[in-house]
């Protein structure tokens, strides 16, 4: 059974810096692609941030120099640390596993930015 755990999400001020975690079990981590989406109230979720099996890593614009993608493979998990957060940054946080077009998702966790 495949399971995507999400953790560190939060309140924090504008500015602020959180490290969200996704911890993984059910697959062998090291062949997967991961990637962090978020979902805003009324909005589609939107890929934040992936890197693939090599370590290669992508951003979306309205993240690039403030959020960093990393993971361990030794651990299973994959981070995303987040700093000089916006209140547009407010939204639930995803962890996604993706290998030949097979995705799997976390439960998601909330960070909320406060202005």
């Known amino acids: 059974q495949v399971q995507l755990v999400e953790s560190g999400g939060g309140l924090v001020q504008a500015g602020g810096s959180l490290r969200l975690s996704c911890a993984a079990s059910g697959i062998i981590f090291s062949v997967y692609a991961m990637g962090w989406y978020r979902q805003a109230p009324g909005k589609e979720r939107e890929l934040v941030a992936s890197?693939?099996?090599?370590?290669?890593?992508y951003y979306v614009d309205s993240v690039k120099g403030r959020f960093t993608i990393s993971r361990d493979n030794a651990k299973n998990t994959v981070y995303l640390q987040m700093d000089s957060l916006k209140p547009e940054d407010t939204a639930v946080y995803y962890c996604?596993?993706?290998?030949?077009?097979?995705?799997?998702w976390g439960q998601g966790t909330q960070v909320t930015v406060s202005s």
């Open positions: 996604n596993a993706n290998r030949g077009g097979v995705p799997y």
């Open positions: 890197i693939t099996r090599a370590g290669i890593s």
